[in-house]
């Protein structure tokens, strides 16, 4: 039989009483860093300005423990796919409904998780210049169809307006293309595609060269704070609504009864949806998050006048968090909660 001592006793007491703090440390911790242990890999399209916004999730996600490897760059139909596959773990630029085709070919809701809007209302469509526009009378796109006005701007010589238009792989090329067809322009409009930040920096210095131009962008993106709808550029409607794949019925008419050929699209955060059962705290955390197109487009801008290497940024992302420190905080105390 064991013979305890009162020191024996005593030792017995504290020890399990630093057993019971080391325990309840561990909860606390666990509690806050609720992704401690799990890695997570951010993807993102080609487009740099997308950095941003998928930067200010990667460190909101660190806030919560979890190990965030640097951006892997995909575009976006590889991107869901490579989501889906649990290949990557979120991309931040999900745009709703224009990449529906791609979230439905990579498994949509079985495979996939998309709750919440991160940036609301974003536009798309074609736009020119405010001198042309004006001169001609020109509103809507189908007026391309007439030789006389495409030739306006024709870049090269042969006759059809030079149309800045998608990348390859982001979605929209698919509805220029498609509408170049419904609404009758392949003979008198040729669709220019490549690099988006080349072909849209050439179309900005014939612009300040005087010269016509005519071209696809949205919103938020820097373009419209250098090429400023209503001031200098006018947005072209399109003569009825007309989309390729699943959304060939949908009405593309905004609520101000303008139709430029585009829904206006929410942006998501697109997570691989076992990772989201796996992890509460990060799907909360998607689920919540909110970032204003004004402040992409500002943060887009900072990125167009020269401020665009990685570290500048990241000094953007921890200004704005900095900025909505209280937000910020408040979101990550109920992804941890969500954890619980």
């Known amino acids: ?45 080609s487009i740099a300005e997308e950095t941003f916004q998928t930067m200010l999730v990667m460190k909101a996600l660190e806030d919560l423990g979890f190990e965030v490897e640097d951006i892997k760059e995909l575009e976006y139909a590889t991107a869901h796919t490579a989501i889906a ?3 990557g773990t979120f991309i931040a630029a999900h745009w709703d409904p224009l990449h529906t ?30 001198k042309t526009a004006e001169e001609y009378g020109i509103t809507n796109i189908e007026q391309l169809k007439d030789p006389e006005i495409a030739k306006l701007f024709d870049n090269n010589g042969d006759g059809k307006a030079d149309l800045t238009g998608c990348t390859p792989g982001w979605g929209c090329e698919q509805v220029i293309e498609h509408q170049l067809d ?18 849209i920096a050439d179309t900005i210095t014939r612009y300040e060269n005087g010269e016509p131009i005519l071209y696809y962008t949205w919103t938020p993106y820097w373009v419209s704070g ?34 430029y050929g585009f829904q206006a699209n929410n942006q998501h955060i697109l997570a691989n949806l076992e990772f989201a059962e796996e992890n509460p705290a990060a799907a909360k ?8 197109n004004n402040d992409i487009s500002a943060q887009n801008l900072l990125m167009r006048e020269g401020e665009d290497s990685e570290a500048d940024i990241e000094r953007h992302a921890d200004a704005w968090i900095a900025g909505h420190q209280d937000q910020w905080n408040a979101w990550l105390e109920e992804a941890r909660a969500a954890a619980q």
């Not at 979230?103 to 469509?125: P, T």
């Open 101 to 130: 085709d791609f979230y439905e070919q990579a498994g949509g809701a079985e495979k996939l998780y998309r709750e919440g809007v991160y940036s609301q209302g974003a536009l798309q469509g074609y736009l020119i210049d405010k």
């Open 226 to 259: 250098v090429l400023v709808p209503g001031k200098d550029v006018n947005w072209l409607e399109v003569p009825f609504s007309s989309l390729p794949g699943a959304r060939a019925d949908v009405d593309t008419s905004l609520p101000d009864g303008k139709n």
């Open 1 to 45: 039989m064991t013979t305890f001592t009162r020191a024996t006793k005593t030792k017995s007491v504290l020890t399990a009483g630093a057993l019971s703090l080391l325990l309840a440390s561990g909860a606390a911790v666990a509690q806050d860093m609720p992704g401690e242990g799990v890695t997570v890999v951010p993807l993102k399209s």
């Open 182 to 199: 419904a609404f009758d322009l392949r003979d008198t409009v040729t669709h220019n595609q490549g690099s988006y930040s080349a072909i």
């Open 85 to 87: 596959q649990g290949e």
């Open 285 to 292: 955390l998607f689920e919540i998050m909110k970032v204003s």
